[in-house]
């Protein structure tokens, strides 16, 4: 164990730096179980008194081989491990594989299942925001919150249960389309849950956005500014919060995207105050889309032209697709045969947690669990 | 909740979905919604000594016919073929000389090895001497800042068995990048943590995964299995059938039953 | 032995014992009480299961916590381990000795009463770091310091604002400052708004509550003080904090919300409002059997009926001598019942409030905490006396009239306050690190 501690510091030994008060720094280990860590992160911290001066993330405990499974199932198969990486946003996994896949083979999904999948993509955003949102504010603090939230949450799970008959790893899906028809009440359901949205998001607003506790905890926190971000890779929330006007759906559409009118809120400082900010009004967005979406969902196919045995020629892919929790990137090598050659997955979150150490530099302690809440990071992408 | 006044990444006209074509970044072309159809006429004539589209396809895809992309020649003699029908094109890597491509070549020369259309992404293929180099320019003059995502892939019977791979993206431009290192197993490579930070845990990852030994990391050690882990996964020698049976045997005794 | 002798102690000892031994059971269930109000504001329902609507849930909890396996660290200090809590529940519950729950219910009228409070609620700090400390866990350690310092911290700004309502009532002795109350014929809330909401600020950060309860928080990565404490220790220190709770609140009560009096107690026109006891007792009797038919078993049926029936013979109880001829012995009860329920409701309410509060914000962390202790609450709180203080000297030594000289003062103390909050606004730093020391463990 010592031998970690050694070599916590790039290059051998632990230096141990004199502090203010001439006195050692302390390790403080925020252990793989803790309340706060949003799963099984470990984050080691070194604190001169109460302030941190470094830290170090320690990875991996739900690390499941999920892109060494991927070399030994068919292209279909491999869609349900997709949903288990982010969890919490089951459907955005599933579209940018579906997506990735159907550029390998050079399919295009017909426009009934695209728009179809844009609903219930934008559903799922608002979905995994609403949970951010909720255990976010708990972390904090903020009691209440979460159980407003995860009142918004069920009615969007209702609705995922409804059509494919799971809440949370839907496998919504197919590659090529989609497999279920949408069900009849869809419209109706997403038009009823859109429109009370708006109030809700307004009470959430009311309880914590201009509440001197919340901005005290928040603002000026964790701050990451635009260069950083964008050397760090960071990307989603955290990087528009930073100022970098920068969507996937906008910058490179994929799905319906281009059809619709939305805009990217964009933060101004790159704290946690701003990242609370732009992810409140996205979901405000995603209402929007979703309406739009409702309004003109085209009739026909909802599966394209792809055959019960899937072989793509050879050749090789990236796909990258806007989740909530940043860019959610497919790297597909085929080499011909129906199981892929190499999957890689690009986890956004995993890129988001590097930016930890340079966030929470020069904080206290209780901010540590701050800057993770505001980072939304869900372990079973970063570990995959 | 202002529009950000830095880093607005100026936008060329939507291009549609698979938008990443390496378009001529001088700024001339208009973005056509089928890109690909710039490079389709270029493909078959440029690459003089290559077949065009062929899927002896070397480095991209590496499917049964073997034999690297030892810089030059592909190999395989294929049906030379006339223009090839629109719709196969996107779908087999091309051979792809644009302009992009042909300032890398003549910064570095021989260090590109070659550069290939898959699907409408550009795809550039290097050798690991000058990667440092290649790095830095890609990111100080190609304006490539953004690093998306470094992996690898394991080619067990190529004689150069890893292809490092570096996904970029310019905010600028708007546009990926995919450069790819052909490395063999144990040659270490330069880590290019300096030129875009993130790279920090993705090869950390790699090493973990892949056993590639990045030259000046910060701190290389394994990233999603602990510390004391044998053996490298992602490699496809590594079996995890075997990997289980041997576990079993060692810890309880018996043979497993799979 | 002269019997004689023993009669003036014979009321204090009966109201004493009556007080020990409804106290813990009072405390369970303003514990269910919050838990159900935390239910309520997070669109849930509450413990619904261990007696109709959960209302044997803090029995049945009492009966876990005693059943649980007394665990001691091995290496605590015993004696302390064993004392710690012991202190914190005397000291909760001894200054509840002088608080008068109605014009004859009171265990000791002291003349010193205000000051005897005060002492005793500090005693308690001690039962939090020496609990710590016995604990010999060094985060449990931190945690009760940082508990300790705390308290300490808003110990000086609640006891300035009790200041100033002791300047408007002029005398330390409880029931005398309810007397002022009646006399004057104002609650000292309207006399001294500015000290009521530093005391309500300062009583929250006295008991550990949320928004104030970093000490607490699981985030801080332990449990505080009460980390290595389970079972029955656990659950004094529990009754402790919630004693404490109505402690403050029966002290706020007294000085600031009129103590037992009815609202206008002086006024006959809204001597109607002595049918508000009454009317409440009714509704909840009326609403216990509406729910009496749904409960899904019988046993629990009885029980709602039955509570039913207790709150319709609390409404007899209360409502008699309301009506009952002049100058009869249930007439000459009256102040007494009708002042307990006066002084237990305002004393809930305050509770509620309390509650509501922890549930509505997020938590401070331990810097603002400080910060906003002892660089906002306790410079308001020296305005706050000063401004009473002028307001006083110019009604009765002046001559002025007495709303406006009051008016005046809180004009003065909202003067301070707004200068304290535009000041430390400038002062607040982006980053924590750049303060340097001052994020420095406290």
């Given at each position: 164990m010592?031998?970690?501690?050694?070599?916590?510091?790039?290059?051998?030994?632990?230096?141990?730096?004199?502090?203010?008060?001439?006195?050692?720094?302390?390790?403080?280990?925020?252990?793989?179980?803790?309340?706060?860590?949003?799963?099984?992160?470990?984050?080691?911290?070194?604190?001169?008194?109460?302030?941190?001066?470094?830290?170090?993330?320690?990875?991996?405990?739900?690390?499941?081989?999920?892109?060494?499974?991927?070399?030994?199932?068919?292209?279909?198969?491999?869609?349900?491990?997709?949903?288990?990486?982010?969890?919490?946003?089951?459907?955005?996994?599933?579209l940018g594989y579906c997506e990735a896949v159907e550029k390998l083979m050079g399919v295009e999904a017909p426009p009934r299942a695209r728009v179809i999948r844009t609903i219930l993509t934008e559903l799922q955003r608002i979905a995994s925001h609403l949970f951010w949102l909720g255990t976010h504010a708990l972390d904090i603090g903020a009691l209440t919150p979460l159980f407003y939230c995860l009142r918004e949450r069920e009615e969007i799970l209702k609705i995922f249960e409804k059509y494919c008959g799971a809440r949370l790893t839907t496998h919504a899906f197919r590659i090529g389309g989609l497999q279920y028809e949408a069900y009849d009440e869809l419209e109706k359901d997403t038009e009823r849950f859109c429109r009370g949205f708006d109030k809700r998001v307004d009470e959430y607003e009311a309880l914590l956005t201009e509440n001197r506790i919340w901005v005290g905890r928040t603002k000026g926190i964790g701050i990451l500014n635009a260069a950083d971000a964008i050397a760090m890779g960071v990307t989603g929330p955290v990087l528009r919060a930073s100022g970098v006007q920068w969507d996937i759906r906008k910058a490179m559409p994929y799905a319906a995207y281009d059809q619709y009118e939305f805009s990217i809120p964009t933060g101004k400082n790159g704290d946690t105050y701003d990242r609370y900010l732009v992810r409140l009004e996205e979901m405000r967005q995603s209402r929007k889309i979703c309406l739009q979406a409702i309004e003109n969902i085209p009739s026909g196919p909802i599966l394209g032209k792809v055959g019960k045995v899937l072989k793509p020629p050879p050749g090789e892919v990236y796909h990258a697709i806007e989740a909530p929790k940043g860019e959610l990137g497919y790297y597909i090598v085929s080499d011909g045969t129906t199981q892929p050659y190499r999957v890689r997955i690009r986890p956004p979150s995993l890129v988001n947690l590097e930016a930890l150490d340079q966030m929470i530099r020069g904080h206290l302690v209780a901010d540590v669990v701050a800057v993770i809440g505001t980072l939304d990071i869900v372990l079973g992408e970063v570990d995959r | 909740m202002t529009d950000s006044e830095e880093k607005q990444p100026t936008r060329p006209p939507q291009a549609d979905k698979p938008g990443e074509t390496p378009a001529a970044p001088s700024g001339a072309a208009p973005e056509k919604p089928q890109a690909g159809g710039e490079e389709k006429p270029a493909a078959p004539a440029p690459p003089a000594p290559a077949k065009p589209a062929t899927p002896a396809a070397p480095a991209a895809s590496g499917a049964v016919p073997p034999k690297p992309p030892a810089p030059g020649a592909p190999a395989a003699a294929k049906p030379a073929g006339p223009p090839p029908p629109p719709k196969e094109p996107p779908l087999k890597p091309a051979p792809l000389e644009n302009d992009l491509v042909k300032r890398y070549k003549a910064r570095f020369g021989g260090a590109i090895l070659e550069a290939w259309l898959d699907r409408k992404q550009a795809i550039l293929v290097t050798t690991p001497d000058r990667l440092l180099e290649i790095a830095q320019y890609t990111r100080d003059e190609e304006k490539f800042d953004y690093l998306v995502d470094l992996t690898a892939v394991d080619w067990p019977k190529r004689e150069k068995r890893f292809d490092l791979v570096l996904i970029l993206y310019s905010f600028p431009k708007n546009e990926r990048l995919r450069i790819k290192v052909l490395l063999a197993d144990g040659e270490p490579v330069s880590s290019v943590e300096s030129v875009w930070p993130t790279a920090n845990w993705l090869e950390r990852e790699i090493y973990d995964m892949f056993g590639i030994v990045f030259e000046g990391h910060s701190n290389l050690k394994r990233l999603l299995l602990p510390e004391e882990w044998q053996g490298y996964p992602l490699r496809k020698d590594y079996d995890i059938l075997q990997q289980d049976e041997d576990w079993i045997r060692e810890n309880l005794g018996i043979e497993s039953g799979q | 032995?002269?019997?004689?002798?023993?009669?003036?102690?014979?009321?204090?000892?009966?109201?004493?014992?009556?007080?020990?031994?409804?106290?813990?059971?009072?405390?369970?269930?303003?514990?269910?009480?919050?838990?159900?109000?935390?239910?309520?504001?997070?669109?849930?329902?509450?413990?619904?299961?261990?007696?109709?609507?959960?209302?044997?849930?803090?029995?049945?909890?009492?009966?876990?916590?005693?059943?649980?396996?007394?665990?001691?660290?091995?290496?605590?200090?015993?004696?302390?381990?064993?004392?710690?809590?012991?202190?914190?529940?005397?000291?909760?519950?001894?200054?509840?000795?002088?608080?008068?729950?109605?014009?004859?219910?009171?265990?000791?009228?002291?003349?010193?009463?205000?000051?005897?409070?005060?002492?005793?609620?500090?005693?308690?700090?001690?039962?939090?770091?020496?609990?710590?400390?016995?604990?010999?866990?060094?985060?449990?350690?931190?945690?009760?310091?940082?508990?300790?310092?705390?308290?300490?911290?808003?110990?000086?700004?609640?006891?300035?604002?009790?200041?100033?309502?002791?300047?408007?009532?002029?005398?330390?002795?409880?029931?005398?400052?309810?007397?002022?109350?009646?006399?004057?014929?104002?609650?000292?809330?309207?006399?001294?708004?500015?000290?009521?909401?530093?005391?309500?600020?300062?009583?929250?950060?006295?008991?550990?509550?949320?928004?104030?309860?970093?000490?607490?928080?699981?985030?801080?990565?332990?449990?505080?003080?009460?980390?290595?404490?389970?079972?029955?220790?656990?659950?004094?220190?529990?009754?402790?904090?919630?004693?404490?709770?109505?402690?403050?609140?029966?002290?706020?009560?007294?000085?600031?919300?009129?103590?037992?009096?009815?609202?206008?107690?002086?006024?006959?026109?809204?001597?109607?409002?002595?049918?508000?006891?009454?009317?409440?007792?009714?509704?909840?009797?009326?609403?216990?059997?509406?729910?009496?038919?749904?409960?899904?078993?019988?046993?629990?049926?009885?029980?709602?009926?039955?509570?039913?029936?207790?709150?319709?013979?609390?409404?007899?109880?209360?409502?008699?001598?309301?009506?009952?001829?002049?100058?009869?012995?249930?007439?000459?009860?009256?102040?007494?019942?009708?002042?307990?329920?006066?002084?237990?409701?305002?004393?809930?309410?305050?509770?509620?409030?309390?509650?509501?509060?922890?549930?509505?914000?997020?938590?401070?962390?331990?810097?603002?905490?400080?910060?906003?202790?002892?660089?906002?609450?306790?410079?308001?709180?020296?305005?706050?006396?000063?401004?009473?203080?002028?307001?006083?000297?110019?009604?009765?030594?002046?001559?002025?009239?007495?709303?406006?000289?009051?008016?005046?003062?809180?004009?003065?103390?909202?003067?301070?306050?707004?200068?304290?909050?535009?000041?430390?606004?400038?002062?607040e730093p982006a980053i924590v690190g750049e303060e340097g020391e001052g994020a420095a463990d406290a």
């Open positions: 010592s031998d970690a501690f050694d070599n916590f510091l790039p290059g051998g030994k632990a230096n141990v730096e004199t502090t203010v008060l001439g006195a050692d720094e302390i390790i403080l280990n925020m252990g793989p179980q803790h309340p706060s860590t949003h799963g099984v992160l470990r984050v080691k911290l070194r604190l001169d008194g109460e302030k941190v001066v470094g830290s170090e993330c320690v990875i991996g405990y739900l690390h499941r081989g999920v892109e060494k499974i991927a070399e030994h199932r068919s292209y279909q198969q491999f869609a349900p491990y997709v949903d288990r990486m982010d969890y919490v946003a089951a459907v955005s996994n599933g | - | 032995m002269d019997l004689h002798a023993l009669l003036p102690f014979l009321f204090p000892v009966l109201f004493a014992l009556v007080i020990v031994a409804v106290l813990p059971l009072i405390a369970g269930y303003i514990v269910l009480v919050e838990r159900k109000v935390m239910a309520d504001m997070q669109v849930r329902l509450g413990p619904m299961r261990v007696g109709p609507h959960g209302l044997l849930q803090p029995i049945a909890d009492a009966v876990k916590l005693l059943l649980k396996e007394d665990i001691i660290p091995e290496s605590a200090d015993k004696l302390v381990f064993w004392g710690a809590p012991l202190i914190s529940v005397t000291a909760a519950m001894l200054a509840l000795a002088a608080l008068p729950i109605g014009p004859f219910f009171q265990i000791a009228d002291l003349n010193i009463g205000m000051l005897f409070i005060l002492g005793i609620s500090s005693l308690g700090i001690f039962g939090i770091v020496l609990g710590g400390w016995a604990s010999n866990s060094h985060y449990s350690l931190m945690g009760a310091l940082r508990s300790a310092a705390q308290l300490v911290s808003y110990e000086t700004s609640a006891g300035m604002a009790i200041v100033g309502a002791l300047l408007l009532a002029g005398t330390l002795s409880t029931r005398g400052i309810v007397q002022a109350q009646a006399d004057d014929g104002v609650w000292f809330i309207f006399a001294a708004p500015v000290g009521f909401f530093i005391y309500l600020v300062a009583s929250i950060a006295e008991t550990n509550r949320a928004p104030f309860d970093m000490p607490e928080a699981e985030s801080e990565l332990v449990a505080g003080y009460m980390t290595e404490y389970s079972g029955f220790r656990w659950a004094l220190y529990f009754l402790a904090e919630y004693t404490n709770m109505v402690v403050v609140a029966s002290i706020a009560a007294t000085l600031f919300l009129g103590g037992w009096m009815r609202p206008f107690a002086n006024t006959r026109v809204f001597n109607v409002l002595d049918y508000f006891p009454l009317l409440l007792m009714l509704w909840i009797a009326g609403y216990c059997w509406r729910r009496t038919p749904k409960q899904p078993v019988f046993v629990q049926k009885v029980f709602m009926a039955a509570v039913g029936v207790l709150c319709l013979i609390l409404a007899a109880v209360i409502t008699l001598p309301v009506i009952a001829p002049q100058g009869s012995l249930l007439a000459a009860a009256k102040p007494g019942i009708h002042g307990a329920f006066w002084f237990l409701f305002k004393v809930g309410a305050y509770i509620y409030v309390f509650m509501w509060l922890r549930f509505t914000f997020p938590r401070y962390r331990f810097d603002q905490l400080m910060r906003l202790g002892w660089q906002f609450l306790v410079p308001l709180s020296i305005a706050n006396v000063m401004g009473i203080a002028i307001g006083l000297t110019l009604h009765r030594q002046l001559g002025w009239p007495a709303v406006p000289a009051l008016l005046l003062g809180i004009a003065l103390t909202l003067g301070a306050a707004w200068y304290l909050i535009s000041v430390g606004e400038k002062h």
